[in-house]
């Protein structure tokens, strides 16, 4: 079945870094394009970032621009988010999804603290 297993989150300081991964397993990765949601709590969760299947296209929410960078390995049924000078806002659960014949597959999370 469909696995998508987030990892990397974690407490970091406002201007700090984070990579997070998400490990894909139960489909043939490289046939996806895939992406990166948020959310807070109260809050609807929004876009992140997104990559095709090759990698050779990649988009992003304007409040994340020149600060995050989306990327895959189909080798290793794997896609970052590289997340540099983070902000307090950046504060969210981050999550993973793939659509397959029209549904949605979500992973479990991972949280992201942004504070001092």
């Known amino acids: 079945q469909v696995q998508l297993v987030e990892s990397g989150g974690g407490l970091v300081q406002p201007g700090g870094s984070l990579r997070l991964s998400c490990a894909a397993s139960?489909?043939?990765?490289?046939?996806?394009?895939m992406s990166w949601y948020r959310q807070v709590p109260g809050k609807a969760r929004e876009l992140v970032a997104a990559i095709t299947k090759t990698g050779g296209s990649t988009n992003y929410a304007d409040s994340v621009k020149g600060r995050f960078t989306i990327s895959r390995d189909n080798a290793k049924n794997t896609v970052y988010l590289q997340m540099n000078s983070l902000k307090p806002e950046d504060t969210a659960v981050y999550y993973c999804?793939?659509?397959?014949?029209?549904?949605?597959?979500w992973g479990q999370g991972t949280q992201v603290t942004v504070s001092s």
């Open positions: 139960g489909f043939t990765f490289s046939s996806y394009s």
């Open positions: 999804k793939i659509i397959i014949g029209g549904r949605n597959y």
